[in-house]
């Protein structure tokens, strides 16, 4: 399988995160890359090729431009205020009762475009993040171009960033940038499939009013884990967008791979329903038993089956590289789900 991977990815490498009442090392690292190319490497899985360079034209197709605009001086922004500093996090949020005016101020304006402080922004957030983009831009031409399938290593994730905000360790939306390339380019339907342990709000609120894209999502339900505030059976989506939005929450500690597997069976029947040109995944791999900040119990060879059922959907698809945080496990994990699609 296509692999597409660029370098540049690991100039977002902030050092700490705020988790649990402490600052800790920063899960989502520059290593999780390196563990899947070895991976692939090892597996002998197919070409691994490096991006084209987009403009910033495809992104403000799904992200506001003042949005935009704001990530690409942030960081310049940041370091005038705080010279000392190796990472720029907001404190302060606009919340209920409060005003959305954006302030003049660094600080202000972080708080203002972010969800939450799981997304600092560091001196090389910005090429990073085009990087990732660039990424999932360039499988998905591939697979419009022909390609049956290609598997984007993109990093930062990007299925919690939202129009205007970044969250849960993302800033552009890879997936949903993506799969609306794939509509500019004359596709008329994108399934967008999201086996990501965490709910993908950001992108389900990308397309939350549309029918051309239909997004469905298996994920720890918003009751008993981030993000919190979105992911919840009952959000099926508004205006025309009625109807094509599936959440499907699973408890924590409890789900294996047969409620998992169930409830997967669910997202394929509506995916095969709605007929899409091409399918999308956000490929998350913090599903998987070990996974340091999650609680569902999926193992390697269960990743092969994930695989297997994907494929059956017969459908052109791109792999969008999310979370997964366990290391050791991360490439095995990430080559059973391509090698179970392609068996
Ligand atoms: N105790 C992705 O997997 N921290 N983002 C949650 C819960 C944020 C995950 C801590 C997790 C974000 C792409
Ligand atoms: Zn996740």
Request: hydrophobic fraction near 40%; include cysteine.
């Amino acid at each position: 399988m296509l692999t597409i991977y660029s370098e540049q990815q690991k100039l977002h490498n902030p050092a700490r995160e705020f988790l649990g009442g402490d600052l800790v090392p920063y899960l989502e690292s520059p290593k999780r890359m390196d563990y899947v190319l070895e991976a692939l490497q090892r597996n002998n899985t197919g070409r691994i090729e490096r991006p084209e360079g987009f403009s910033t034209e495809p992104i403000a197709r799904v992200h506001r431009p003042d949005y935009i605009a704001f990530l690409e001086t942030a960081w310049e922004r940041w370091h005038q205020t705080y010279p000392e500093a190796d990472q720029a996090s907001p404190y302060c949020f606009p919340h209920r009762g409060l005003r959305h005016v954006i302030p003049e101020q660094i600080e202000g304006a972080l708080g203002y475009y972010s969800m939450d402080l799981t997304a600092p922004v560091v001196e090389g957030t910005w090429k990073a993040i085009r990087a990732s983009v660039d990424c999932a831009l360039t499988a998905a031409k591939r697979v419009r171009e022909g390609e049956p399938v290609a598997f984007a290593l993109c990093r930062p994730p990007g299925h919690h960033a939202s129009v205007d905000l970044m969250a849960g360790y993302c800033f552009f939306n890879n997936a949903a940038v993506a799969a609306q390339a794939l509509l500019d380019k004359g596709a008329d339907k994108v399934a967008i499939l999201d086996v990501d342990y965490h709910h993908g709000h950001g992108t389900q609120s990308i397309f939350y009013s549309r029918n051309d894209v239909l997004f469905a999502s298996l994920h720890a339900d918003p009751r008993q884990d981030y993000p919190h505030y979105l992911g919840h059976e009952d959000e099926t989506g508004e205006g025309d967008g009625q109807g094509f939005n599936l959440n499907l929450p699973l408890a924590l500690h409890v789900t294996g791979w047969a409620e998992y597997r169930r409830a997967l069976e669910v997202a394929l029947g509506r995916i095969d329903e709605f007929q899409p040109d091409y399918l999308v995944v956000s490929l998350g791999m913090d599903t998987y038993e070990r996974d340091p900040i999650s609680f569902f119990s999926i193992k390697t060879p269960d990743f092969v089956e994930l695989g297997h059922c994907l494929a059956a959907l017969k459908t052109p698809t791109l792999f969008v590289f999310e979370g997964g945080y366990e290391l050791e496990a991360l490439g095995n994990n990430t080559v059973s789900v391509l090698e179970g699609f392609s068996s």
